[in-house]
């Protein structure tokens, strides 16, 4: 069992940056691949990033790729997302994810979810 938490959430200027983290507990967590999801307000979750579980592979929605950019620290059990030229449309709960799948891969499925941090992106 992973559990995950969250944070670094926040309100942003539209073009600013922001980077959220979380923190993972549980075993085996370099065993994980990992991801990033979000859900805005009337809408339904969206996948964002994935990583693998080495960090050598890496997957990002269309609608972010080139601004965000995933990372993870195994030996502190943590994954990030650095978010950068913000856009209102960005405004969503975003949510970290473990995969039993080591991998980074389209259609991967996430077998535990975090409670979520809050992104809102003023224009």
């Known amino acids: 069992q992973v559990q995950l938490v969250e944070s670094g959430g926040g309100l942003v200027q539209a073009g600013g940056s922001l980077r959220v983290s979380c923190v993972a507990s549980?075993?085996?967590?370099?065993?994980?691949?990992m991801g990033w999801f979000r859900q805005a307000p009337g809408k339904e979750r969206e996948f964002v990033a994935a990583?693998?579980?080495?960090?050598?592979?890496?997957l990002y929605a269309e609608s972010v790729k080139g601004r965000f950019t995933i990372s993870r620290d195994n030996a502190k059990s943590t994954v990030s997302l650095q978010m950068n030229s913000l856009k209102p449309d960005d405004t969503a709960v975003y949510y970290c994810?473990?995969?039993?799948?080591?991998?980074?891969?389209?259609?991967?499925?996430?077998?535990?979810w975090g409670q979520g941090t809050q992104v809102t992106v003023s224009s």
């Open positions: 549980g075993r085996t967590f370099g065993s994980y691949g």
């Open positions: 990583i693998s579980w080495s960090g050598g592979s890496t």
């Open positions: 994810a473990a995969s039993k799948i080591p991998v980074a891969v389209t259609g991967m499925p996430f077998d535990y």
